[in-house]
């Protein structure tokens, strides 16, 4: 943790500051971000609680925040501080406040998303008017998943809505999609490794999907049925089921010729549409 000297005029405008650098990636400066009556914020909103490093008592954690506070600002700079108040001060900043934060830029997102979701809907009443919306896609970035979701009545798309924030939401149909989303994803990171889409690491809900989306076409090797390749597919995937060696090959013949060919024309920029 780094150190300087300012800060905002409220708590509400620090926390709003330090959630931006952290999103940012910024280096935490001790007295840009925070105050005393951050401190106290943290302390009455159960930030500081009992727990084995502060000997079961929270307000520890606050009164060594203000003393820091005090000296640095009193010092104007980091060399006074000893290592172990170093440590100490920055132990704290991960185990407690770190945390709260997350928490903290979950409802700022949730808030947000809210606001974007009713500006898009038909119906104004938040409850009503998520129905209207489904997940249409989504990628990876840095380990978190983002998604795009679009208004069903109205067309409006909502993009870059990280998983933390649909997780708050019990919807049978986000749910669905996400989870569909993430399988697709997976399978394009195997397809962008250079490595084979194996049938095995193949749900059935990826097999449903492509028949329902047409995937299977008419052709010499099934017959000019596709229905016969999506049948074929579901009876590799049935349990108690074992495939001889033939059957394993023309799996992944199929798998390549349709869920790879799909992946491939449905990412763009990393971005996966369906």
């Known amino acids: 943790m780094s150190y300087c000297f300012q800060k905002g005029e409220t708590v509400e405008e620090q926390l709003k500051e330090l959630s931006d650098a952290l999103?940012?990636?910024?280096?935490i400066y001790f007295q840009k971000y925070f105050s005393e009556e951050m401190f106290e914020y943290f302390l009455s909103n159960d930030v500081f609680v009992d727990d084995e490093w502060?000997?079961?008592?929270?307000?520890?954690?606050?009164?060594?925040?203000?003393?820091?506070?005090?000296?640095?600002?009193?010092?104007?700079?980091?060399?006074?501080?000893?290592?172990?108040?170093?440590?100490?001060?920055?132990?704290?900043f991960e185990r407690r406040i770190l945390k709260f934060m997350r928490k903290f830029e979950t409802k700022e997102g949730i808030e947000q998303f809210e606001q974007e979701l009713l500006e898009g809907s038909e119906n104004g009443v938040i409850e009503d008017a998520i129905l209207e919306w489904e997940v249409v896609g989504g990628k990876k970035v840095d380990n978190v998943r983002y998604y795009i979701l679009e208004n069903t009545k109205t067309g409006c798309v909502i993009e870059n809505i990280p998983n933390s924030i649909l997780n708050n939401y019990n919807q049978r149909k986000f749910?669905?999609?996400?989870?569909?989303?993430?399988?697709?994803?997976?399978?394009?990171?195997?397809?962008?490794?250079r490595q084979e889409v194996d049938i095995r690491n193949v749900s059935k809900n990826i097999i449903t999907f492509l028949n329902d989306q047409n995937v299977f076409v008419l052709n010499e090797w099934n017959q000019q049925r596709a229905r016969n390749d999506f049948m074929f597919l579901l009876k590799m995937k049935s349990k108690g089921f074992q495939p001889t060696q033939p059957q394993?090959?023309?799996?992944?013949?199929?798998?390549k010729r349709t869920l790879v060919s799909y992946i491939k024309e449905h990412v763009n920029d990393d971005c996966l549409t369906i």
């Open 23 to 27: 999103k940012d990636g910024k280096p």
């Open 54 to 92: 502060n000997a079961g008592m929270a307000e520890t954690d606050y009164y060594f925040s203000v003393a820091m506070y005090q000296k640095m600002l009193k010092e104007k700079h980091f060399q006074d501080v000893s290592e172990e108040e170093r440590q100490k001060l920055q132990s704290l």
């Open 175 to 193: 749910k669905t999609n996400v989870n569909l989303i993430n399988e697709l994803l997976r399978i394009s990171e195997t397809i962008q490794q």
């Open 248 to 255: 394993y090959t023309k799996a992944n013949i199929i798998i």
